[in-house]
């Protein structure tokens, strides 16, 4: 489909390489704000979700009310306990505008129809309005513009303070303590033509220069704002040191210090432990299980009996997500670095040539492109070459786990990617290759099961207030007698 762009303004198909953005097309039949305009819905992997969620740890505490106390105490915002799922704890932003839940929204089960999309596009159709409009710089008061590193700048716009290695240039005249506006580059992707595109390479800085005229024009016009902060060092020391926190955010929502009855996962991800449902005294297998969020949620399910084993390929990840486990109170984890890919690792129980037809049930929770996640910033590290690599090695988990799962086992597949490739091009090749039937992924969460798609699977949009995200569900056929 082709849409109109409009002079100034830039989306994620300014971003993208052609061939990613046109292969990403495909996912228009199934999401309605997608099938009315691609632009729009995809333009919403820019912008932060409007609404944080949290899990309580059913291992740490019982009652959702009190994680919830517990929660709002620590981070201080307001939040409320999800009514489908009361393991779930929702945070909207802090300044939610009124009737805002109109919008397409995984939530609420509502979707927009198209007039209201039309009524919105002038500001879903550019991402920098969007953000401007959640709290842009005061023109009047005039503050100081930050320039910070693109990876620095998406780490912002999902919740962090800027720490000084993140900062790249600055205007002069700040002082310690002045609030000062935070900007960021986008990076495109090296394939991507246009004129954005070219304008955004085109804006290096060397890491503290100081931005004059025209230079905070055009980081005004090709830049993306990601909030206001108070300078924590001054600049020079910022550039000498650098170390330690910079610019503290107005809009930043610290998760490092949580109690111990909740835990920072995302909403989508909590559904694929659901989905799971792992049963206490049941053998479980987490294939990808660092940092630990989604293998914590399956030992709470279990009520902590039985035992799961969490493969992590990296060892320092491997030991940070046993501390982390511990700090939760999930004994029932058994934490081992490995190649759950190549069935490389060694548990207590044996080696995987040990252990064929073992598993109850597994989660393969896979590496990806991350083409779901949002806001994203980042792109020059994805193209269709890239695309095509990760469905292959995600087809290698999908081979590995099914071979160490019983017969009537269940194996759960996801990623936060949108990519078809990634998703129901690997479920496809998984009902082709390996002795294994795709079930209805329940519960469904609501507004994330595509309304046409045959293949009974959950995909949450981006155009909804979570990341875009995929589940699968399948059974291993049992052996003819």
Not at 79 to 103: C, M, N, T, Y
Not at 136 to 157: D, E, I, S, T, Y
Not at 213 to 239: A, I, N
Request: aromatic share 6%; proline share 8%; net charge neutral.
């Amino acid at each position: 489909m082709e849409e109109t762009r409009k002079s100034g303004f830039f989306g994620v198909r300014d971003l993208l390489c052609p061939e990613v953005y046109n292969h990403l097309q495909l996912q228009c039949p199934y999401c309605p704000e997608a099938a009315f305009s691609f632009d729009s819905f995809i333009d919403n992997l820019l912008v932060p979700a409007p609404a944080r969620s949290l899990r309580v740890n059913r291992i740490k505490c019982t009652d959702s009310s009190v994680a919830l106390a517990e929660a709002e105490q620590c981070i201080g915002m307001k939040g409320h306990v999800h009514p489908q799922f009361p393991d779930i704890l929702i945070f909207p932003p802090k300044e939610a505008p009124e009737g805002s839940s109109k919008r397409c929204s995984a939530l609420n089960m509502d979707f927009p129809d198209t007039q209201e999309l039309a009524a919105e596009d002038e500001v879903r159709g550019n991402p920098k309005k969007v953000t401007e409009d959640m709290g842009a710089p005061c023109r009047q008061n005039n503050p100081v513009m930050v320039v910070v590193g693109p990876q620095c700048g998406q780490a912002v716009l999902r919740g962090a303070h800027v720490y000084a290695p993140g900062v790249l240039a600055a205007e002069p005249g700040s002082r310690l303590g002045s609030v000062v506006s935070v900007w960021a580059i986008p990076r495109p992707s090296k394939n991507t033509p246009g004129c954005a595109a070219t304008c955004m390479r085109s804006l290096a800085f060397l890491r503290g220069a100081y931005l004059h005229g025209e230079r905070r024009s055009e980081v005004e016009k090709w830049g993306v704002f990601c909030g206001r902060g108070t300078l924590e060092q001054s600049l020079k020391d910022v550039f000498l040191h650098s170390k330690g926190l910079a610019i503290r955010m107005e809009s930043a929502c610290d998760l490092s210090s949580l109690p111990a009855s909740v835990v920072a996962q995302q909403l989508p991800s909590c559904v694929a432990g659901f989905v799971l449902s792992p049963l206490p005294g049941e053998l479980v297998l987490d294939m990808c299980a660092a940092p630990g969020h989604k293998t914590s949620h399956l030992a709470s399910l279990m009520k902590n009996r039985g035992v799961v084993v969490a493969v992590e390929r990296s060892k320092k990840r491997m030991e940070e997500m046993k501390a982390h486990l511990a700090s939760l109170g999930a004994s029932a984890v058994e934490c081992i670095q490995g190649d759950s890919a190549k069935n490389k690792w060694q548990c207590s129980l044996g080696a995987p040539t040990q252990l064929k037809d073992s598993f109850d049930k597994v989660l393969a929770d896979v590496p990806c492109t991350g083409l779901g996640l949002r806001p994203r910033i980042v792109y020059d590290d994805v193209d269709m070459h890239s695309v095509r690599e990760a469905a292959r090695y995600q087809r290698e988990f999908l081979a590995a786990g099914c071979a160490l799962l019983k017969p009537g086992g269940v194996l759960v597949y996801s990623t936060c990617s949108i990519s078809w490739a990634e998703n129901e091009d690997n479920v496809l090749w998984a009902l082709e290759n390996l002795p294994l039937t795709v079930e209805p992924p329940e519960p469904y969460f609501p507004g994330a099961q595509p309304p046409q798609n045959k293949i009974p699977v959950q995909r949450f949009c981006p155009s909804g207030q979570t990341i875009g995200f995929f589940i699968a569900k399948f059974r291993k056929q049992k052996e003819a007698t």
